[in-house]
């Protein structure tokens, strides 16, 4: 048996979590700091602020935009519900666009659907592939970029995380890197996004709980907005700071997984597209016998997955107007796509287990 995924945890995350268990302080504290300082820096931005999901810092990162009613989000379809949702959330209209042949999003697509209402456009860099955040920028347009398969990437000489107004990342238990199951991190640049997101990913309090109880500090405090409940806890953080820590190591696997793939099964399917900075999240080939190739997988007893069904295919999007054969190369793709089982500690033995499976 290959699982699709199993997360990198060694003794050191195990540790460090035990220690947080021991200490005393468990919910959002000193290790949030510690962990958001560390992320910030290993990122190269201002500020790092840690939540529980990706999906909530799309929806605080919209939500310190003023994104509202009367407004436009415009997001790619091919991508994961979250990007959706979290416009609903808010009261605004998500406003779907196609892809190119790399999955990604770029600024052609983005004023196809573009309309004086347009208040913000989510990038996704899909798989791990940088979407080109500067060109969408370019256009006029405040960008969130979901970076929740992009850790750590790059698009040419700069980091992605660095690139739009604020960024998402996701430390969910599939991605590359975990805080234990579920977590997440908003970086930008820009101090009013991050003063805003920190005061309501915490019932738009004016100080947390750390503040108010750590030594010396002051019990005092206000409530400023009606906020949410979107912060991460010292025990997520404790076992984030080791896996940030260990990020290279694990990329470094992952960047030696593609390339065992790409020999094995090169004229077998479409390899994935690629560009220098790839992360490496999904490993996702291109074929017409994807019910064949999977049938071989499941019979080997390895876990494969696809990235994705497009959002405009699925019932609740359809009921927001849109209808299968809006965007053809989102289906194109998405009908020939099968994403194979890429984590850290896979052994070449496995990965050539797969590459036999496929070749069938
Ligand atoms: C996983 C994922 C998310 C959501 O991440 P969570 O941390 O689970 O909220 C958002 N966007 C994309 C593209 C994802 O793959």
Known sequence: ????????????????????????????GPKVIEFEQAFADAIGVEHAVAVNSATAALHLALEALGVG???????????FTACGEVVAHLGAKIVLADVGEDYLMGPRQVLSVATKRTKAVIAVHFAGLAANVPAISGLGYAVIEDAAHALPAMLGDEKVGSLGNAAAFSFYATKTMTTGGEGGMLTTDDALIADRVRMMRLHGLSAGAWDRYGAGNKWAYSVEEAGYKDNLTDLAAAIG???LRRLGEMAAARRRIAA?????????????????????HLYIIGTDRRDTVMGNLTMAGIGASVHVIPLH????YQRLGYAKGDFPNAERLSRRSISLPIWPDMSDAQVDEVIAAVRG
């Open 69 to 79: 009613p009367g407004d436009e989000v415009i997001l790619p379809t091919y991508t």
């Open 241 to 243: 700071i080791v896996q």
């Open 313 to 316: 295919l699925h019932p609740y």
């Open 1 to 28: 048996m290959i699982p699709f995924h199993r997360p990198s945890i060694g003794e050191a995350e195990i540790e460090a979590a035990v220690a947080v268990l021991r200490s005393g302080w468990l919910t959002s």
């Open 260 to 280: 065992r793939y790409d020999e094995g099964l090169k004229g077998v399917v479409d390899l994935p597209p690629r560009r220098p900075g790839h992360s490496w």
